[in-house]
Each structure stands twice: as structure tokens, then as C-alpha cells.
């Protein structure tokens, strides 16, 4: 039994077909794709239609979990409360507000509002496995190797399970968490991981990331994958798709994360929050030279 986690495809489809490729000889039984398949890149309809309207008869149909990305696309568009009311008029939100059209448009958005937090594949005679973009309790938590072992610990227990597969930072990580007691079955350690990111790396190797877990003697093994790709194409389509002329700085951002293979979005949003500077280009440009090393092409 052989299960694939990709996620945080975030709009890049060069990177998307790139692991689909690398999936095909590994005899994958079953595929999952843990949240963010959409925006920060320039194929946001692309990856969904690739994803969705399924061709793959050498790999299984997919399954979804909601992503912060994903979410953020249907609370957008929908102009919802729940965003502070004046991100819609700011221009910082340009390559969001960008991503969302395209998605509407090509009817997108809907197949997004059915995913659901978290999945709970079973096998027999295997430890469960619970699927969270971010943590079970929330898709934005963050799970890395900052989380303390009893974080992980706690975390495990209360999804009630051996395995617990997160994304959403976009830095890989596998880890063995001691834990006691799962409900009334004992277990000695349970695995915490971190699939990486497909289309996104935040760890300085742009290569595409993605988690492989093989059943083995009542156990599973994790290992994460990285596909190597032709970043090229990706990087053109920024300006050949218009999200670089209409979604401005934060468009510039995403691109330059690609470039790197580093997270430069949050630490700028960081960084001018901590100062109280505008997210403009001439904050852009005091942070750029403030930090860097953050901008070293990989």
C-alpha cells in the first residue's frame, strides 16, 4: 500500500506536472492533495482543471482537504466579513483579487466550497492516518520543526491517530513524536510530517515536494520526494498571464519567492507591520536591501 500527500501547488502547473510525472512508475494506490491549490502563481485555473477534470488512468483519482489559499479564494470573492473590510480596495491584495477572477470566471470556485478540513484514510491493519493543510484544528496552524514535542504529541492524541500529514509552510519535515496512548490502542511513537511544497519552497530548493508513504509490516514509512523541474516557463507566465501587470507587489513577491525558493511575503508583511510602514514599493525596496540573502536565485 502505497499512499502520495501533494500540496501547496499554489498556481504553478510546471511544478504540479512535474510530480505527477514523478508519481506515475511508484505504483501509488491512493493520491491526496492537502490544500492550496490555487493563487500566488500564475495557473491557479490551470492546476484546478488539471486536478479535477482527471485523465490519469496510471495514477487514482484524487482527494481534496481545504487549504488557506483555496478558502481565501470563496471568501474573496464573496467580498465576505471575514476579511478586514479594506483589504478589497488595497492594491497589496492585487494578485489575490487577480487569482479569484480567473477562477470565477473559468467556474472554479464551486468544486473549492466542497473540500473539506481534513481527511481520515483507513486501512486495515495500518495506523491511522489524518490529512490537514494545517493542523486538524485549524488550516492555518503551522506544523514544523519549531513544533515542540509536545505540541506534536497533544496534536496527535487529539486527532486520535499515528499519523499525522500537515503542509501549508512549505518546508518539509518528518519527525517521530513519543505519545502513549492513542485512544485504548497502544502506540509507542507516531509520525508528524510536513509534505513541503509542491510549487512554492520555502526551504532554498526549488524542487517540487511531496510525501510518499509506504505500508511496511503493519507500519507506515514516510519519506518526502522532491521532482526536479524546469522553472522557466512558470516564471515567464507571471508577465504573459497579466498577474504581474494587474496584481502589482505582491505579485512581484510570489515571483521572487519562486526565484529563491524562499518566503519573502510573510516577513515583508511582518516586518512593515512591526515598523508601521505601508506594503508599497518603497517598503518593498528598504526591506530588499535590508535582507539580502533572502534573494539569492537558487
Known amino acids: 500500500m502505497r499512499l502520495a500527500v501533494i500540496a501547496d501547488i499554489h498556481g504553478n502547473l510546471d511544478a504540479l506536472e512535474a510530480v505527477l510525472q514523478d508519481l506515475r512508475p511508484q505504483g501509488i494506490d491512493r493520491l491526496y492533495i492537502n490544500g492550496d491549490v490555487v493563487n500566488r502563481g500564475p495557473d491557479s485555473v490551470a492546476c484546478m482543471r488539471r486536478v479535477l477534470e482527471w485523465s490519469h488512468t496510471d495514477l487514482p483519482q ?3 482537504t481545504l487549504g488557506n489559499h483555496d478558502d481565501l479564494m470563496l471568501l474573496w470573492q464573496a467580498r465576505s466579513p471575514l476579511l478586514p473590510a479594506e483589504w478589497y480596495a488595497d492594491p497589496f491584495w492585487g494578485a489575490t483579487a487577480w487569482s479569484a477572477r480567473q477562477l470565477e470566471r473559468a467556474g472554479m470556485l464551486a468544486p473549492i466550497a466542497g473540500w473539506p478540513m481534513s481527511l481520515r484514510p483507513h486501512t486495515p491493519g495500518l495506523p491511522q492516518v489524518v490529512i490537514a493543510h494545517g493542523s486538524p484544528q485549524h488550516y492555518r496552524e503551522a506544523i514544523g520543526t519549531f513544533t515542540s514535542p509536545e505540541r506534536g504529541a497533544e496534536l496527535l492524541a487529539a486527532a486520535e491517530t499515528g499519523v499525522l500529514v500537515a503542509s501549508h509552510i512549505h518546508r518539509p519535515m518528518v519527525r517521530q513524536v513519543g505519545l502513549p496512548q492513542i485512544g485504548t490502542r497502544e502506540q509507542p511513537e507516531g509520525w508528524l510530517i510536513n509534505t513541503g511544497a509542491v510549487g512554492a519552497p520555502f526551504d532554498g530548493d526549488p524542487r517540487a515536494r511531496y510525501l510518499l508513504l509506504e505500508a511496511d509490516q503493519g507500519s507506515w514509512t514516510p519519506s518526502i520526494c522532491a521532482a526536479p523541474y524546469d522553472r522557466t516557463g512558470v516564471l515567464e507566465r ?20 519562486l526565484k529563491s525558493a524562499r518566503s519573502l511575503y510573510t516577513p ?3 516586518w512593515t507591520s512591526a515598523q508601521g510602514l505601508g506594503k508599497d514599493a518603497a517598503s518593498w525596496g528598504v526591506f530588499r536591501s535590508l535582507n539580502p540573502h533572502l534573494f539569492v536565485p537558487v
Open 62 to 64: 484524487p482527494e481534496f
Open 238 to 257: 507571471f508577465g504573459t498571464s497579466g498577474l504581474l501587470e494587474e496584481g502589482g507587489l505582491s505579485a512581484l513577491i510570489f515571483l521572487e519567492e
Open 268 to 270: 515583508f508583511w511582518e
